[in-house]
Protein backbone atom coordinates (compact mmCIF):
# COMPACT_ATOMS: atom_id res chain seq x y z
CA UNK A 1 0.00 0.00 0.00
CA UNK A 2 1.15 3.71 -0.54
CA UNK A 3 1.80 5.49 2.02
CA UNK A 4 -0.51 8.50 2.68
CA UNK A 5 1.77 11.50 3.11
CA UNK A 6 -0.27 14.91 4.50
CA UNK A 7 -0.18 18.18 2.64
CA UNK A 8 2.53 20.25 4.48
CA UNK A 9 0.11 22.54 5.36
CA UNK A 10 -2.10 20.38 7.45
CA UNK A 11 0.87 19.85 9.53
CA UNK A 12 0.48 21.31 13.51
CA UNK A 13 2.83 19.99 15.56
CA UNK A 14 6.24 18.67 15.00
CA UNK A 15 7.91 16.20 17.34
CA UNK A 16 11.84 15.88 17.26
CA UNK A 17 14.10 13.27 18.30
CA UNK A 18 16.98 14.83 20.61
CA UNK A 19 20.81 12.94 19.69
CA UNK A 20 21.60 13.48 16.33
CA UNK A 21 18.51 15.92 15.40
CA UNK A 22 18.83 18.64 18.18
CA UNK A 23 22.29 17.65 19.48
CA UNK A 24 24.71 16.82 17.36
CA UNK A 25 25.34 12.88 18.31
CA UNK A 26 29.21 12.22 17.55
CA UNK A 27 30.33 15.40 19.34
CA UNK A 28 28.03 14.84 22.50
CA UNK A 29 27.50 11.07 22.70
CA UNK A 30 31.17 9.77 22.25
CA UNK A 31 33.43 11.55 24.89
CA UNK A 32 30.36 10.86 27.58
CA UNK A 33 30.04 7.44 26.43
CA UNK A 34 33.89 7.03 26.44
CA UNK A 35 33.78 8.86 29.68
CA UNK A 36 31.47 6.75 31.09
CA UNK A 37 32.81 3.16 30.86
CA UNK A 38 36.79 4.63 31.72
CA UNK A 39 34.54 4.98 35.08
CA UNK A 40 32.96 1.44 34.75
CA UNK A 41 36.21 -0.58 33.75
CA UNK A 42 38.61 1.51 35.66
CA UNK A 43 40.40 2.62 32.59
CA UNK A 44 40.96 -1.00 31.75
CA UNK A 45 41.46 -0.20 27.77
CA UNK A 46 40.37 -3.49 26.43
CA UNK A 47 37.39 -3.63 28.69
CA UNK A 48 36.26 -0.21 27.28
CA UNK A 49 37.23 -1.42 23.78
CA UNK A 50 34.82 -4.46 23.90
CA UNK A 51 31.81 -2.22 26.19
CA UNK A 52 31.83 0.37 23.54
CA UNK A 53 32.41 -1.90 20.53
CA UNK A 54 29.02 -4.02 21.88
CA UNK A 55 26.79 -0.94 22.03
CA UNK A 56 27.90 0.19 17.91
CA UNK A 57 31.17 2.39 18.43
CA UNK A 58 33.69 1.83 15.25
CA UNK A 59 37.36 2.67 17.15
CA UNK A 60 38.53 2.94 13.77
CA UNK A 61 36.32 5.67 11.98
CA UNK A 62 35.39 6.99 15.80
CA UNK A 63 31.95 6.98 14.90
CA UNK A 64 28.75 5.00 16.03
CA UNK A 65 27.02 2.78 13.41
CA UNK A 66 23.39 3.19 12.40
CA UNK A 67 20.60 1.69 14.09
CA UNK A 68 23.45 -0.03 16.60
CA UNK A 69 22.30 0.06 20.94
CA UNK A 70 23.97 3.61 21.38
CA UNK A 71 22.62 5.24 18.44
CA UNK A 72 18.76 3.54 18.41
CA UNK A 73 18.40 2.18 21.67
CA UNK A 74 17.48 3.77 25.22
CA UNK A 75 19.75 3.14 28.35
CA UNK A 76 17.99 0.39 29.38
CA UNK A 77 19.55 -1.22 26.52
CA UNK A 78 22.83 -0.52 27.04
CA UNK A 79 22.82 -1.27 30.44
CA UNK A 80 21.60 -4.75 29.53
CA UNK A 81 24.24 -5.06 26.62
CA UNK A 82 26.91 -4.25 29.47
CA UNK A 83 25.47 -6.09 32.12
CA UNK A 84 27.14 -9.42 31.19
CA UNK A 85 31.00 -8.08 31.01
CA UNK A 86 30.30 -6.37 34.45
CA UNK A 87 30.45 -6.58 38.02
CA UNK A 88 26.55 -4.92 38.08
CA UNK A 89 22.95 -5.63 37.77
CA UNK A 90 21.17 -4.37 34.62
CA UNK A 91 19.27 -2.05 37.06
CA UNK A 92 22.39 -0.66 38.76
CA UNK A 93 23.83 0.18 35.40
CA UNK A 94 20.95 1.77 34.16
CA UNK A 95 20.62 4.25 37.36
CA UNK A 96 24.22 4.73 36.99
CA UNK A 97 23.57 5.38 33.03
CA UNK A 98 21.07 7.71 33.32
CA UNK A 99 22.82 10.07 36.03
CA UNK A 100 26.13 10.18 34.19
CA UNK A 101 24.67 10.33 30.91
CA UNK A 102 22.36 13.96 32.41
CA UNK A 103 25.71 15.17 33.61
CA UNK A 104 26.75 17.72 31.15
CA UNK A 105 29.74 19.84 33.54
CA UNK A 106 32.95 17.33 32.01
CA UNK A 107 31.06 16.93 28.46
CA UNK A 108 28.15 19.23 27.55
CA UNK A 109 26.00 18.28 24.86
CA UNK A 110 26.96 19.82 21.01
CA UNK A 111 23.88 21.16 19.70
CA UNK A 112 23.62 21.14 15.70
CA UNK A 113 24.08 24.25 14.17
CA UNK A 114 21.61 27.15 13.99
CA UNK A 115 19.42 25.09 16.79
CA UNK A 116 17.88 27.53 18.94
CA UNK A 117 17.23 30.02 15.99
CA UNK A 118 15.61 27.16 13.87
CA UNK A 119 13.63 25.88 16.51
CA UNK A 120 12.08 29.73 17.42
CA UNK A 121 11.53 30.26 13.52
CA UNK A 122 9.08 27.18 13.89
CA UNK A 123 7.61 28.39 17.30
CA UNK A 124 6.95 31.72 15.85
CA UNK A 125 5.39 29.67 12.61
CA UNK A 126 3.06 28.72 15.14
CA UNK A 127 4.18 25.04 15.03
CA UNK A 128 3.23 22.68 18.37
CA UNK A 129 6.69 21.31 19.19
CA UNK A 130 7.67 18.64 21.27
CA UNK A 131 11.17 16.05 22.16
CA UNK A 132 10.46 12.56 22.41
CA UNK A 133 13.77 10.29 22.90
CA UNK A 134 15.45 7.23 24.26
CA UNK A 135 17.32 8.98 26.74
CA UNK A 136 15.85 9.60 30.49
CA UNK A 137 13.50 12.74 30.33
CA UNK A 138 15.76 14.39 32.87
CA UNK A 139 18.32 14.07 30.33
CA UNK A 140 16.58 15.83 27.72
CA UNK A 141 16.36 18.70 30.39
CA UNK A 142 20.05 18.82 31.46
CA UNK A 143 21.25 18.50 27.81
CA UNK A 144 19.17 21.07 26.16
CA UNK A 145 18.90 22.98 29.28
CA UNK A 146 22.35 25.35 27.92
CA UNK A 147 20.72 26.45 24.65
CA UNK A 148 17.50 28.41 26.09
CA UNK A 149 15.01 26.04 23.86
CA UNK A 150 13.63 24.16 26.68
CA UNK A 151 10.74 26.58 26.69
CA UNK A 152 9.79 26.15 22.94
CA UNK A 153 8.89 22.62 23.50
CA UNK A 154 5.18 21.48 25.12
CA UNK A 155 5.83 18.28 25.27
CA UNK A 156 8.82 16.06 26.41
CA UNK A 157 9.18 12.80 26.37
CA UNK A 158 11.61 10.03 27.53
CA UNK A 159 12.25 6.07 27.40
CA UNK A 160 11.34 6.65 30.95
CA UNK A 161 8.43 8.58 30.82
CA UNK A 162 5.72 6.04 30.60
CA UNK A 163 4.83 5.85 27.01
CA UNK A 164 6.80 3.12 25.53
CA UNK A 165 10.13 3.12 23.44
CA UNK A 166 11.19 3.46 19.57
CA UNK A 167 9.41 2.26 17.34
CA UNK A 168 6.25 1.92 18.73
CA UNK A 169 3.76 4.68 18.37
CA UNK A 170 3.22 5.78 22.33
CA UNK A 171 5.49 8.73 22.13
CA UNK A 172 3.73 10.29 19.27
CA UNK A 173 0.25 9.18 20.46
CA UNK A 174 1.18 10.57 23.87
CA UNK A 175 1.92 13.77 22.34
CA UNK A 176 -0.98 13.70 20.22
CA UNK A 177 -3.24 13.21 23.57
CA UNK A 178 -0.78 16.13 25.02
CA UNK A 179 -1.25 18.97 22.43
CA UNK A 180 -4.65 17.78 21.40
CA UNK A 181 -3.68 17.60 17.67
CA UNK A 182 -4.19 14.44 15.28
CA UNK A 183 -1.55 12.00 14.10
CA UNK A 184 -1.73 13.13 10.69
CA UNK A 185 -0.79 16.92 11.54
CA UNK A 186 2.33 15.33 13.19
CA UNK A 187 5.38 15.79 11.61
CA UNK A 188 8.21 13.26 13.16
CA UNK A 189 11.82 14.24 12.49
CA UNK A 190 14.90 12.12 13.40
CA UNK A 191 18.36 10.47 12.25
CA UNK A 192 17.36 6.96 12.81
CA UNK A 193 15.28 4.51 11.25
CA UNK A 194 13.45 3.50 14.31
CA UNK A 195 12.52 7.17 14.95
CA UNK A 196 10.95 7.23 11.06
CA UNK A 197 9.62 4.19 12.28
CA UNK A 198 7.71 5.57 15.15
CA UNK A 199 5.95 8.09 12.67
CA UNK A 200 4.99 5.15 10.77
CA UNK A 201 4.06 3.33 13.46
CA UNK A 202 1.55 5.90 14.67
CA UNK A 203 0.46 7.32 11.01
CA UNK A 204 1.98 10.62 11.44
CA UNK A 205 1.66 12.89 8.29
CA UNK A 206 4.89 13.40 7.20
CA UNK A 207 8.43 11.31 8.51
CA UNK A 208 11.73 13.39 7.99
CA UNK A 209 14.97 11.88 8.16
CA UNK A 210 18.08 14.34 9.22
CA UNK A 211 21.49 13.93 8.48
CA UNK A 212 23.29 15.01 11.60
CA UNK A 213 23.12 11.86 13.13
CA UNK A 214 24.47 8.14 12.75
CA UNK A 215 22.90 7.88 9.77
CA UNK A 216 22.97 8.57 5.79
CA UNK A 217 20.91 8.92 3.04
CA UNK A 218 20.47 5.38 2.36
CA UNK A 219 19.75 4.67 5.84
CA UNK A 220 16.71 6.87 5.72
CA UNK A 221 15.04 5.55 2.61
CA UNK A 222 11.31 5.11 4.42
CA UNK A 223 11.64 8.99 5.24
CA UNK A 224 9.17 11.33 3.33
CA UNK A 225 11.80 13.83 3.30
CA UNK A 226 15.61 13.80 3.91
CA UNK A 227 17.28 17.43 4.96
CA UNK A 228 20.79 18.41 6.15
CA UNK A 229 19.32 19.26 9.40
CA UNK A 230 16.55 20.99 11.06
CA UNK A 231 17.78 24.23 9.71
CA UNK A 232 16.19 23.57 6.86
CA UNK A 233 12.51 22.81 8.40
CA UNK A 234 11.30 26.79 8.39
CA UNK A 235 11.96 26.56 4.23
CA UNK A 236 10.20 23.07 4.03
CA UNK A 237 7.28 24.19 5.81
CA UNK A 238 6.91 27.61 4.15
Known sequence: MTRQVSQLGDIA??????????????????PKGLDLVAKLCD???????????????????GRVKSGSILAAGNNLDIAKAWAAQLPLSVAELEALINAEFAVGIEHPSVPVDNLTS????????????????????????????????????????????GHGSKPGPGMVQAFCEATRIKPHQVMVV????????????????????????????????????????????PLLLA
Open 118 to 161: SLGQLHDMGYVMGVATMDSEQGIRSTLRPYDCLHLFQFLCGYDS
Open 13 to 30: GILFDKDGTLLDFHATWV
Open 190 to 233: GDNTHDLHMGLSASAGAVVGVLTGTSVSADLHQADYILDSIADL
Open 43 to 61: SDIELMARLMATVGFDEIS
